[in-house]
């Protein structure tokens, strides 16, 4: 049975503050460690780690374990790697859990093995039963649930968010220990800045509350016999745009572009949902134009309220895998929120 279990996170892109996937984590170690009877510690990596710090100075841990400095500011392998290193060895943990952000995802599973240990990532949950600890995840584009059971310490855990109820507790003073991280100043990496498209071009959006995802049917031939390409590009946006939705599409969308026929613009393969999509965890989903065939509905399996625009009365969608389905014109449908939205934005 475990004696020690850490908490990793690093500050939020913000530079103040944890992520909120960090609360989520917290949250499990917290049960964790009371399940198991043993110390929570909790380590930190950033650049000014005295916000974080406080809120979560509730959580009962015994040590709030810190790396900190301009060094450790910006995501790089090296400063990263080496500050989570300290922090493994400072807290001697046998289970080290942490949120699977990208940060987290490059640097740990080459921690793991500084250490000897194990990693595994994108784990859903956790449940201690038998004297044993056991990891569940999802194979196979969330098709197959895997469950993991390993005796090698130290054990590196990534978790995925969207898995458990984040952590709440009142902010206050952290007492806080200060673990020294030397790192070599010749070969190192210098960040100059970051250069990034406007929010607003942005079309995927994971924090979302809502997922709109746009079938084949928008570059098909419309009522009078000819595609509307740029009117529906048009409609889309402007929607993405003033509702602030994370935009998806059908396989079937997706690939047109690699088969010559009329395709959305700022339609990739990265806006894929389904099978061999995303599986994204909006709490709402908008689908249209989309006849709502397994291969794609599997990607909405943690969509909480799903609705549908079609034509197709007898559509996927109407047989139990749609909340509401609006037999309608999509490109009609689309016109009249796109007025509603703007409407109340004056």
Sequence with gaps: MAKNVLFLAHVAESG???PKAAYEVLGVAYDLSRQLGCHLTIGLIGEDVTSGAASV?????????TVSGSDFAQPRYASDAAAAEALCNTAKAELILAPATSRFMR???GV?????????THISSLDFANGELRATRWFYR????????RDARPWILLLDTGCHA????IPGAATVEAVSVPLPAAGKTVVTGVRAPKSDAQTIRPDANLLFVAGAGWTKKQADGKPHVPEAETLILNFLHASGASLGGSKSLVDQSGENQ????FMTHLNQVGQTGATPRHPKGLSTCCHGEEPHVVGW??????RAVNLDPNCGWARGKADVLYVADAFEVMSKLNGILAEKAK
């Design 16 to 18: 103040t503050g944890l």
């Design 57 to 65: 100075a509730a959580a009962g841990a015994e040590r709030i374990l």
């Design 107 to 109: 640097v740990l599973p």
């Design 112 to 120: 793991a093995h500084r250490l000897s240990g194990q990693v595994d």
């Design 142 to 149: 969330q098709r197959i649930e895997g469950v993991i059971r």
């Design 166 to 169: 984040p952590w709440t507790g």
């Design 262 to 265: 009329a395709v959305l613009g």
């Design 301 to 306: 399996r943690f969509i909480n309220e799903r």
